[in-house]
């Protein structure tokens, strides 16, 4: 083994040993808990069923901590404040927490929901059905619950178990859920690590569906990689490995790669000074190196080198220090064609030679009337030579230059010549003709016709023109108009029109059946559309059908919460069963996936300058589909190559940072190639250009070579944003540019008020202009912009029949209605019922509309819901004098469901009257 390769293998072995450790050294789990006492044994139990390390760290210790060193952080089911306050989304985390959702940007400021029922819980698992994951319902007094994240309120991520209520009840959103790294979270940021939450967090009772499932979690989280793709860095210097693929103990190694390609390695040169060598020490030659990359792209890669003689130069007349020795005599040079005086009728004119030189030729240039009409090289010395080239017509003179290798210069005699110029021998020599215009004779098109004609031909005063012909070019069946032949008739009977057709429209509140006859009309289709009326609607009429009064939306546009951000969707449309769905998107722009623009050093590639350029998409961007992409090219920050045969271009990597080497002396910058612009790319909003400026390094020595330096500067100011290196244009012009004017009824208050919105272009930017006005005073209340037959008789207003936010009497903005003659079966009687006093206080709301509530006793909240002579409590259970006006998830903080729906709450709220 040689002494270079037996390094190269100790470095190897260095470099593997030092993965080694780093892998081997990476911690396991973080489990974050107030006090080191309080732990879960079931949880610790499956870390060490799937031999993972634990470090319990206290939350108080927290901010001391780098959660980053851990393969995955655990949250348990407790309340812990400095963790609330820590970006876990930025880390691989298994969260099986209920606190912290909006923190954390799993959920909207809802937060995270729970979930309790009479008979033991389970989940509905995405294509497996349902799975009990509780042992009991009921622990003592209190039902078990476990945690979810709402469909209207959660981050985007794959559903792995959903809420279960039985096979007829709806599901409510995701009891397990992962998200993947890089997902838009409800905070605006982007998750750092795979996240997985767990929301079955009452261990003790785990059924052992429940703990496969946690198991299943942790792994989602703790593998790093389940094959080599999956580790690429995308770095091509490194060779990407996953250690223990699909394993809980995965790592991802990159090993360093010596060369790809023999540029790796260096630029081949000559080295040394040219010496005499040869069989007589006559000619020059120069040792060469040649730097080559073995077992290229693989770790196993390494540089070698060898050095071959050269021959530079033959010498003639012998060789001395390294150079030919030289002569002083010039070449000669006899003229032998075109003779003096020739007169020539081809422009293009070989002009023969002979030359010859002792020592050898560099080169002979043709000169015409004294100036140098071309220069060649090649040249056979002592032998006939030829130079062609295209003369102008007219007398000339031409004579021969030629140079020998020492430069010294010979001439020939000068001649006179002459080229005459003849346009055509015959009408072939002629180009052009052809169709020049038609017309119509009688019923039929007829073409002027013209044929290229050579006048005086092989006369020096020849000359191109055309004859012309009239021929017959189309004979027409429907007669001949302004050269063109008349189309036959569209039709000769109705049938050639097409068939009958009819559909149903809207014509205000009555359904009209519209339909269509073809018709042939003097050769031509018309149509006759002929109305009736099908049926009035007593609701409306929408695309010739009659609304159904309790519908809530027909179509996605009912549906806009004017946030660009969701996907506004009309489930079950123009149904009785129709909601309103808003769901947040990954991204709606670049910009929310990251950064764009040049990355690390400038490198080496094809012997000239490359640099990663990072470019951040935003892939299907404001749609469901929507998801983050971030590539990496390399980009030409600068060619090599100067276009100068007297240097040596190549790309080299110094200081860590690739330039170009143009191997010349120079002793100033301005004796470099100027810069100038490489690329322009885009930095907030606006442009910025990277721009190279020339550099001479070591100036005035003898390795002096040309570079670059490159500074980064402010293009352009874009007043409408930045993309791909160029500024947009405005959003709009004019108002029209801005869609149209629109307006809807709806409520303040007690009256009905008309909104108008006005699109408006300003600035260059789209804004919308809304006046109102008030149509009418509602004596009863308002809904959905009309006026409320009568408001006594409602108590509350819930969002939906079941987990639900609530609203008073007078809000008006949901539709499930809690009514006093509906639970007492009879209309309350008496003034004012809504008015306070010291008995009928209902429960209590967070605020007038979309709010949380609380129960009577407690004073937390600030709208108190009241109601006529009622007297009401909290329970579990209704006394017999009592009935049950609605039922809440906890007494504070809580969502409400009807008393008689599907999945009721355990604490009722009973009043008497």
């Known amino acids: 083994m040689s002494a270079k390769k037996a390094v190269r293998v100790i470095i190897l072995l260095a470099l593997i040993s030092i993965i080694s450790y780093s892998a081997l050294g990476v911690k396991d789990v973080a489990y974050i808990v107030n006090t080191p006492r309080i732990t879960n044994s079931e949880v610790l139990n499956v870390f060490s069923q799937l031999n993972l390390s634990v470090d319990i760290i206290k939350d108080s210790d927290l901010p001391r901590t780098s959660l980053a060193a851990y393969r995955l952080v655990f949250i348990d089911d407790m309340r812990l404040r400095n963790t609330g306050k820590t970006a876990i989304y930025r880390y691989p985390s298994v969260v099986m927490n209920k606190y912290y959702g909006k923190e954390w940007g799993i959920t909207d400021n809802?937060?995270?929901?729970?979930?309790?029922?009479?008979?033991?819980?389970?989940?509905?698992?995405?294509?497996?059905?349902?799975r009990q994951v509780y042992t009991t319902a009921l622990v003592g007094t209190s039902y078990l619950y476990y945690y979810y994240l709402e469909d209207g309120n959660k981050a985007n991520g794959t559903s792995i178990a959903r809420t279960y209520v039985g096979e007829n009840e709806n599901d409510f959103g995701d009891a397990i859920m992962y998200i993947n790294k890089g997902t838009r979270l409800k905070n605006g940021q982007n998750a750092g690590g795979d996240i997985c939450f767990y929301g079955i967090a009452k261990t003790p009772y785990w059924t052992s569906n429940a703990r496969n499932l946690f198991i299943d979690c942790v792994k989602s989280v703790a593998i790093q990689c389940n094959n080599n793709s999956e580790c690429n860095?995308?770095?091509?210097?490194?060779?990407?490995?996953c250690l223990s693929p699909g394993q809980i103990n995965s790592t991802c190694i990159h090993t360093p790669i010596t060369c790809i390609v023999d540029s790796d390695c260096g630029q081949d040169t000559f080295t040394g000074s040219p010496f005499c060598n040869g069989a007589s020490g006559n000619d020059v030659y120069q040792n060469f190196l040649n730097l080559t990359c073995n077992n290229p792209g693989t770790i196993d890669s390494f540089c070698?080198?060898?050095?071959?003689?050269?021959?530079?130069?033959?010498?003639?007349?012998?060789?001395?220090n390294g150079a030919c020795l030289g002569d002083v005599a010039p070449p000669v040079i006899s003229l032998v064609s075109p003779a003096n005086n020739s007169a020539l009728s081809n422009s293009s004119v070989s002009f023969v030679f002979n030359i010859s030189d002792a020592s050898g030729l560099a080169n002979a240039s043709l000169i015409i009337d004294g100036i140098v009409k071309t220069t060649v090289t090649g040249l056979i010395n002592g032998g006939m030579n030829v130079i062609t080239s295209v003369i102008t017509p007219g007398d000339h003179t031409w004579k021969i230059v030629g140079t020998d290798i020492f430069n010294n210069i010979?001439?020939?005699?000068?001649?006179?010549?002459?080229?005459v110029s003849i346009i055509c021998n015959s009408n072939s020599n002629c180009t052009g003709g052809g169709i020049v215009n038609n017309y119509c004779s009688g019923n039929n098109v007829y073409s002027n016709v013209s044929s290229p004609l050579c006048l005086n031909p092989g006369m020096q005063n020849s000359q191109c023109s055309f004859s012309y012909n009239q021929i017959l070019n189309k004979t027409c069946s429907y007669g001949c108009n302004n050269g063109v032949c008349n189309p036959p008739p569209v039709c000769l009977q109705n049938s050639d029109c097409g068939n009958k057709t009819s559909y149903l429209t809207c014509n205000g509140n009555i359904v009209v059946n519209v339909t269509n006859t073809p018709t042939c009309n003097n050769g031509n289709c018309t149509n006759v559309i002929t109305n009736f009326s099908v049926q009035t609607c007593s609701y409306g009429?929408?695309?010739?059908?009659?609304?159904?009064?309790?519908?809530?939306?027909?179509?996605?546009?009912?549906?806009?919460?004017?946030?660009?951000?969701?996907?506004?969707?009309?489930?079950?449309?123009?149904?009785?069963?129709?909601?309103?769905r808003q769901t947040e998107v990954n991204c709606l722009s670049n910009n929310d996936c990251g950064f764009t623009g040049f990355t690390g050093q400038e490198t080496c590639s094809s012997n000239n300058v490359f640099k990663y350029f990072q470019n951040s998409t935003c892939n299907n961007p404001g749609t469901l589909q929507s998801s983050c992409s971030i590539t990496l090219s390399p980009v030409l920050i600068q060619n090599c190559s100067d276009n100068n045969s007297l240097t040596f271009d190549s790309c080299v990597v110094m200081n860590n940072s690739a330039i170009c080497q143009h191997k010349l002396i120079c002793n100033f910058n301005s004796d470099c190639p100027s810069g100038g612009i490489v690329n322009n790319y885009c930095s907030g909003n606006n442009v910025y250009s990277n721009v190279s400026s020339p550099l001479c390094l070591n100036p005035g020595m003898q390795n002096s070579q040309c570079s670059f330096s490159y500074n980064q500067v402010l293009n352009k100011t874009c007043s409408y944003g930045c993309s791909n290196g160029i500024c947009n244009p405005p959003v709009c012009t004019q108002n029209s540019n801005c869609g149209n004017k629109t307006s809807y009824l709806t409520c303040s208050g007690n009256v009905v008020i008309?909104?108008?919105?006005?699109?408006?272009?300003?600035?260059?930017?789209?804004?919308?202009?809304?006046?109102?006005?008030s149509v009418q005073t509602c004596s009863y209340g308002c809904v959905n912009g009309s006026c409320n037959i009568n408001d006594n008789d409602v108590i509350l207003v819930l969002s939906k029949n079941m987990n639900a936010h609530a609203e008073t009497y007078a809000g008006k903005r949901y539709s499930y209605l809690v009514r006093y003659s509906d639970i007492f079966n009879n209309l309350y009687n008496g003034a004012n019922p809504h008015q306070c006093n010291s008995t009928n206080k209902v429960l209590v709301l967070s605020k007038l509309t979309n709010a949380h509530a609380e129960i009577n006793s407690l004073n937390s909240y600030a709208?108190?819901?009241?109601?006529?002579?009622?007297?009401?409590?909290?329970?579990?259970?209704?006394n017999p004098d009592e009935k049950c006006v609605v039922t809440i998830s906890k007494n504070t903080n809580a969502h409400l469901s009807l008393c008689n729906s599907a999945l009721p709450y355990s604490t009722k709220i009973c009043c008497k009257s």
């Open 233 to 241: 860095d995308f770095n091509s210097k490194t060779q990407d490995i």
């Open 304 to 320: 070698s080198n060898t050095t071959t003689l050269v021959l530079k130069q033959t010498c003639s007349l012998g060789c001395n």
């Open 110 to 130: 809802d937060g995270i929901s729970q979930l309790s029922s009479n008979t033991p819980l389970s989940v509905q698992l995405t294509g497996n059905g349902p």
């Open 541 to 580: 009429c929408v695309n010739g059908v009659c609304i159904n009064p309790v519908i809530n939306c027909t179509i996605d546009s009912n549906c806009n919460d004017g946030n660009a951000r969701t996907v506004d969707q009309c489930i079950n449309p123009n149904t009785s069963a129709s909601y309103c």
């Open 410 to 419: 010979g001439s020939s005699e000068t001649r006179a010549f002459s080229v």
């Open 754 to 773: 008309n909104v108008t919105n006005t699109p408006t272009c300003i600035n260059g930017n789209c804004t919308n202009v809304i006046t109102n006005f």
């Open 863 to 878: 709208v108190d819901i009241c109601y006529g002579n009622l007297v009401c409590s909290a329970r579990q259970t209704c």
